[in-house]
């Protein structure tokens, strides 16, 4: 499939999903995000992806938000309709995706930028990246989840302050708060994502999306998570990768998961 703003690329059981607007710094128009929901659907279903990196073309940004020129002159009704259709195609659907998705942030990530990363499984940045949610200072709020996953990942009064001066947080602040994982240089950035989804590639790809599901399932209002724990783990003894995984370890070999 030819996207028009956004590329994809499979090698070796990862698939990268580049944003590539770099004249508009990788902002999110409708058009790209109804892209990134394909290209994540197909990244998806394709057996042989076992993660799935989402990151920016350029060196400059990852993405700087949602496109201000598509949305300026948008009605009450038609606002709330641009973030309810976003959450469906692209924040919620790659939060609740199977394959791990790993944020490999290469620059700004502002509004919809930071929703994107904060909506994937987990997040990577170089050392130049910057991260915020200057919403505020265009009379909107945050519309793609970030109200919800930002205090969820820094805690309640950093998500505060952050949104309240629309200010933007260095890679450093960013790693201190247990907004991304690990900090990289520019260069190092996409080999060292890299590794860690090798890492990642080794073990049951059916154990990794039960435990997305459950620890998802902590963070959604009405669920109790510790049930669905239960309801997933159990639901591991009837797969070939558990019988693999386990008869590996016994046999003291490596494990050959088939992925079912
Ligand atoms: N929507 C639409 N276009 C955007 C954009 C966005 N969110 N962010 C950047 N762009 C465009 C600019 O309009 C500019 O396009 P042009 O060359 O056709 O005029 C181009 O990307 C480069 O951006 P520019 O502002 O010139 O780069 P800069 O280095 O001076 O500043 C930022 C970088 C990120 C600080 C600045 O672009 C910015 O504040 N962007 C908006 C961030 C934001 O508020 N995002 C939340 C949206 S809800």
């Known amino acids: 499939m030819t996207y028009n703003n956004i590329l994809s690329e499979s090698n070796n059981g990862l698939t990268t999903i580049t944003i590539n607007r770099p004249s508009k710094l990788n902002a999110l128009n409708s058009e790209t995000i109804k892209e990134l929901h394909e290209a994540f659907k197909n990244a998806d279903k394709d057996k042989t992806t076992k993660v799935i990196i989402i990151t920016g073309s350029g060196e400059k940004a990852f993405v700087a938000g949602a496109d201000i020129s598509e ?3 948008y009605s009450v009704v038609e606002g709330e309709r641009l973030a309810s259709e976003g959450q469906a195609l692209l924040f919620d659907f790659v939060a609740n995706l199977s394959t791990p ?3 490999a942030v290469n620059g700004f990530a502002l509004g919809g930028g930071l929703e994107l990363a904060m909506a994937a499984h987990f997040r990577i940045a170089s050392d130049t990246a910057k991260m ?3 919403e505020v200072s265009l009379g909107v ?3 793609y989840g970030g109200t919800q996953r930002l205090p969820q990942l820094v805690g309640k009064g950093r998500a505060m302050e952050m949104i ?3 200010g933007m947080i260095d890679a450093q602040k960013a790693l201190n708060w247990g907004l991304v994982n690990h900090v990289t240089t520019q260069e190092e ?3 060292f994502v890299e590794k860690i989804a090798s890492k990642i590639m080794r073990n049951s790809s059916v154990a990794i999306a039960a435990a997305i599901t459950s620890i998802n ?3 959604e209002a009405g669920e109790n998570g510790f049930n669905t724990e239960v309801s997933e783990f159990g639901n591991c003894f009837g797969t070939a990768d558990f019988k ?4 590996a370890f016994l046999e003291k070999r490596r494990a050959n998961f088939p992925g079912k």
Do not use: H, K, N
């Open 189 to 191: 950035l996409i080999p």
């Open 101 to 103: 998705v790993i944020a």
């Open 132 to 134: 915020g949610l200057p």
């Open 141 to 143: 709020i945050p519309g």
């Open 71 to 73: 949305f300026a002159d």
């Open 244 to 247: 693999e995984g386990t008869t």
């Open 164 to 166: 309240m001066t629309a």
């Open 217 to 219: 399932s902590g963070y």
